[in-house]
């Protein structure tokens, strides 16, 4: 690598933040997202989030059903520039019934914002995506939102975070009064306060003081809210954890900013400390050793397909974390499970669903890719060998129907959406042995919604699906399985890559299926 591309190579790395922000369905996660993009001048209107039946519809929501239900069900991915930083938000379906998809999204992630509803402090869903980035080991950066309704006291939520979730907390700045009495906060590294001013923050009006208990912080607080401000941050310099950059980066430590994400007030604030103490890209584990984002061969995985993006075009995107190396537009790379040499030709960034053709990209950036039916979750791309990424998991489906097809002359069309959501792990396919019925298994209700909903929308074809009181799918590792000792409460059927999978009913039928095949494995998922 010569000296100029080399410092072009590290200029642009530590230019790149890649996030993923997580919280439960209704914490404010759409009204963020699209708070930052209006900072980045990546829109130039924050669509209105406020009204369910609003009948502008949040940029980032762009599939029928999630216009319909107010939600996000896929995972977008948006970039912005920001003040010499380039900023990719990963935005993950906050509805648990997505773990799958939101799980294997934060894989692409460096860090994590993790946003808190004031009132409601940490929920279920919060709670299943903070395991999953501890699990990583990374950066968790906290927002505590709606600080403008009425919600718990800060220190309980500082509490909870601790109790529940197992992590302390710096606060970066103190709420000064709630609710409808909510003045603003005061900036504790900064020294100054922020004047919350209602609805519309196009200007944060912001007031330099020498200390909390300066004159000016009591003439904004009013009598009672200053001594109780006064009170709170001695409390926090004396008992609190101090700020430590390492504990932030190991995911030990969380920088915790107050605002009203809906009014604008505090997100900027919250952007300029992210981006200054987020880490960079970081390395990505392979059959081959860490992979270091500098490395000059690029490499990348797979983490998301999405089919039919554009219903015009029946398309399918295949989205692509940039590990190392640079991309650069129409560049040959392997398929390492293919074992071939592909050619990227049209590679897309995202606005939600505006996408522009990229000429380049750098180790952090997310790529769409056009994929005329070659990708798999987990491929990896390389120009280094046979790098092969050990990025993504898989989850063990807990629901399972039986589907067909109501319409017999649709069959074609029927395998076809059938694979092709597969593919995308929106759905787990098994067929039964013998007979040949499909059995779908997923994690969570609304997926079985989703299916039905794009195998009509999509391909035409409407399903039965009849649910089965299934609960548990193990993967089976035998030399010699016998089909007949999975007959109670239990069924032996095959995943797309033809392994044996037991479903089981209950527990009890899992261990007695257990009992009987002493030499078998049963395994939570795919070998």
Same mark, same amino acid.
């Given at each position: 690598m010569s000296m100029d591309t080399k410092q072009k190579m590290i200029e642009e790395v530590h230019k790149r933040r890649t996030f993923a922000i997580i919280s439960h369905p209704d914490a404010g996660k759409t009204t963020l997202t699209e708070k930052l993009l209006l900072f980045g001048g990546a829109i130039r209107l924050? $669509?209105?989030? *406020?009204?369910?039946?609003?009948?502008?519809?949040?940029?980032?929501?762009?599939?029928?059903?999630?216009?319909?239900? $107010?939600?996000?069900?896929?995972?977008s991915v948006m970039q912005f520039d920001y003040e010499g930083h380039r900023v990719n938000i990963l935005d993950t379906p906050g509805h648990q019934d997505f773990s799958e998809d939101t799980y294997r999204t934060l894989t692409a992630a460096d860090s994590a914002v993790m946003l808190?509803?004031?009132?409601? $402090?940490? /929920?279920?869903?919060?709670?299943? +995506? =903070?395991?999953?980035?501890?699990?990583?080991?990374?950066?968790?950066?906290?927002?505590?939102?709606?600080?403008?309704?009425?919600?718990?006291?800060?220190?309980? +939520? +500082?509490?909870?975070?601790?109790?529940?979730?197992?992590?302390?907390?710096?606060?970066?700045?103190?709420?000064?009064?709630?609710?409808?009495?909510?003045?603003g906060v005061y900036d504790r590294k900064l020294t100054q306060v922020e004047l919350f001013q209602g609805d519309d923050h196009k200007e944060i009006q912001v007031r330099k003081v020498s200390g909390y208990d300066d004159p000016i912080v009591k003439e904004i607080a009013g009598d009672y809210f200053y001594d109780q401000l006064v009170s709170d941050l001695e409390l926090l310099d004396v008992a609190g954890d101090e700020f430590d950059l390492e504990k932030v980066k190991s995911g030990e430590l969380?920088?915790?900013f107050f605002g009203s994400a809906i009014n604008n007030f505090g997100v900027q604030t919250f952007l300029e400390n992210f981006l200054q103490l987020a880490p960079t890209p970081t390395p990505r584990g392979s059959s081959a050793g860490a992979i270091d984002p500098m490395s000059e061969k690029f490499t990348g995985y797979i983490f998301k397909i999405q089919a039919n993006m554009n219903p015009a075009h029946r398309d399918r995107i295949a989205f692509l974390r940039i590990c190392s190396g640079k991309f650069e537009r129409g560049m040959s790379v392997k398929h390492v499970r293919a074992g071939k040499d592909i050619k990227l030709a049209q590679p897309q960034?995202?606005?939600?669903?505006?996408?522009?053709?990229?000429?380049?990209?750098?180790?952090?950036?997310?790529?769409?890719?056009?994929?005329?039916?070659?990708?798999?979750l987990g491929d990896s791309l390389s120009q280094a060998g046979n790098i092969e990424f050990n990025e993504l998991p898989t989850f063990s489906p807990e +629901?399972?129907?039986?589907?067909?097809?109501?319409?017999?002359?649709?069959?074609?069309? =029927?395998? *076809?959406?059938?694979?092709?959501?597969?593919? /995308?792990?929106?759905?787990?396919v098994f067929r039964t042995i013998g007979f040949d019925d499909l059995i779908l298994g997923v994690v969570g209700q609304l997926q079985f919604e989703v299916?039905?909903?794009?195998? *009509?929308?999509?391909?035409?074809? !409407?399903?039965?699906?009849?649910?089965?009181?299934?609960?548990?799918?193990?993967?089976?590792?035998?030399?010699?399985?016998?089909? $007949?000792?999975?007959?109670?409460?239990?069924?032996?059927?095959? !995943?797309?890559? !033809?392994?044996?999978?037991?479903?089981?009913?209950?527990?009890?039928?899992?261990?007695?299926?257990m009992e009987k095949n002493p030499n078998a494995k049963f395994l939570e998922n795919a070998p």
């Amino acid at each position: 690598m010569s000296m100029d591309t080399k410092q072009k190579m590290i200029e642009e790395v530590h230019k790149r933040r890649t996030f993923a922000i997580i919280s439960h369905p209704d914490a404010g996660k759409t009204t963020l997202t699209e708070k930052l993009l209006l900072f980045g001048g990546a829109i130039r209107l924050a $669509g209105t989030v *406020k009204g369910r039946k609003a009948s502008k519809h949040a940029t980032s929501d762009w599939m029928e059903i999630e216009k319909q239900r $107010g939600i996000s069900v896929t995972s977008s991915v948006m970039q912005f520039d920001y003040e010499g930083h380039r900023v990719n938000i990963l935005d993950t379906p906050g509805h648990q019934d997505f773990s799958e998809d939101t799980y294997r999204t934060l894989t692409a992630a460096d860090s994590a914002v993790m946003l808190i509803d004031s009132a409601k $402090g940490v /929920e279920a869903q919060t709670k299943k +995506l =903070f395991q999953v980035c501890r699990m990583r080991g990374i950066p968790i950066f906290t927002f505590i939102n709606k600080m403008d309704r009425e919600g718990q006291n800060p220190f309980d +939520l +500082l509490e909870e975070l601790e109790q529940v979730l197992g992590i302390r907390s710096y606060p970066m700045n103190w709420p000064i009064g709630s609710g409808k009495q909510f003045r603003g906060v005061y900036d504790r590294k900064l020294t100054q306060v922020e004047l919350f001013q209602g609805d519309d923050h196009k200007e944060i009006q912001v007031r330099k003081v020498s200390g909390y208990d300066d004159p000016i912080v009591k003439e904004i607080a009013g009598d009672y809210f200053y001594d109780q401000l006064v009170s709170d941050l001695e409390l926090l310099d004396v008992a609190g954890d101090e700020f430590d950059l390492e504990k932030v980066k190991s995911g030990e430590l969380t920088p915790v900013f107050f605002g009203s994400a809906i009014n604008n007030f505090g997100v900027q604030t919250f952007l300029e400390n992210f981006l200054q103490l987020a880490p960079t890209p970081t390395p990505r584990g392979s059959s081959a050793g860490a992979i270091d984002p500098m490395s000059e061969k690029f490499t990348g995985y797979i983490f998301k397909i999405q089919a039919n993006m554009n219903p015009a075009h029946r398309d399918r995107i295949a989205f692509l974390r940039i590990c190392s190396g640079k991309f650069e537009r129409g560049m040959s790379v392997k398929h390492v499970r293919a074992g071939k040499d592909i050619k990227l030709a049209q590679p897309q960034q995202f606005l939600a669903q505006d996408r522009d053709i990229v000429e380049e990209a750098y180790p952090g950036d997310i790529i769409g890719l056009f994929d005329p039916g070659i990708f798999r979750l987990g491929d990896s791309l390389s120009q280094a060998g046979n790098i092969e990424f050990n990025e993504l998991p898989t989850f063990s489906p807990e +629901l399972f129907s039986k589907v067909t097809v109501k319409n017999a002359l649709k069959h074609k069309q =029927f395998q *076809k959406g059938v694979d092709q959501l597969t593919e /995308e792990g929106t759905i787990q396919v098994f067929r039964t042995i013998g007979f040949d019925d499909l059995i779908l298994g997923v994690v969570g209700q609304l997926q079985f919604e989703v299916f039905e909903y794009r195998m *009509k929308g999509e391909y035409g074809v !409407d399903v039965q699906l009849q649910r089965t009181n299934f609960q548990f799918a193990r993967w089976i590792v035998d030399e010699n399985i016998d089909p $007949g000792k999975f007959r109670i409460n239990s069924q032996l059927v095959k !995943d797309k890559n !033809d392994n044996y999978v037991a479903l089981f009913e209950s527990e009890y039928a899992m261990r007695s299926a257990m009992e009987k095949n002493p030499n078998a494995k049963f395994l939570e998922n795919a070998p």
